[in-house]
């Protein structure tokens, strides 16, 4: 796997993460999308990223990446298909802007999902999760390094069940519901769907422009339509 997509993989990550790049491809908006995934603790003393990676993130970026196929990228997203992929980066933050991380170790120990019936989830086990996606996670620590520096070295990828003991999704994009992942006692959340894998509906009152999880426009109270 390292050989076939490795350089699909780095191509997918940096040119959403590219400063100025704004693309979009299957009506989604790969860089509103990156920004929608990712949150930042508030807190002055502390550094902490979370990034969730739903599948459509990968299929938006393969879209709009020339040298893969579309037969690569399913096969690409078959392997992260069955799992719930975060990444963390976390740390104090010093007086003067230093950053001490975070070990892998501590992240694994304090990192849970929580989905919408508040069921809380730990990291998958190397044993538990496939060959391909051990890869995978190896592939990902010098892509972020290069791209981020000593905050991407210190990005930890984390790999969760992509279903609960029902067979429901824990989480979709495009799905109803909430996602949280708490890191220690610090919490983010993801109230579903996202607007940035969502079509944008336009009022039929007023004619403003609205978000795609808007079920009401905002600025004259009409209801709003499917698109």
Known sequence: MRNRFFPIVFA???LPLASGSLAVAEDIDVQGLVAETQKV???????TLVWWLP??????????TPQVTATQAEQFLKIVRPYTMVAVVTGDMGPFGGVTYKSESYV????RIVDSQNKSYAPLSEEQISPDVKNFLEMMKPVMANL??????????LVFPGKTAAGAQIASAKGKGHLQIRVGRREFKWRLPL?????????????????????????????????
Do not use: I, T, Y
């Not at 603790?41 to 550094?47: A, G, I, N, W």
């Open 12 to 14: 997918a990550v940096s």
């Open 41 to 47: 603790s508030e807190k002055l003393d502390d550094m």
């Open 55 to 64: 599948e459509e993130f990968w299929a938006a970026s393969f879209a709009q």
């Open 108 to 111: 694994r120990a304090n990192v």
């Open 148 to 157: 981020l520096g000593p905050m991407g070295k210190n990005m930890h990828f």
């Open 195 to 227: 607007d940035s894998v969502l079509a944008p509906k336009r009022c039929p009152g007023c004619k403003e422009k609205c978000k795609g999880s808007w079920n009401f426009c905002p600025w004259c109270g009409q209801k709003l339509g499917e698109k």
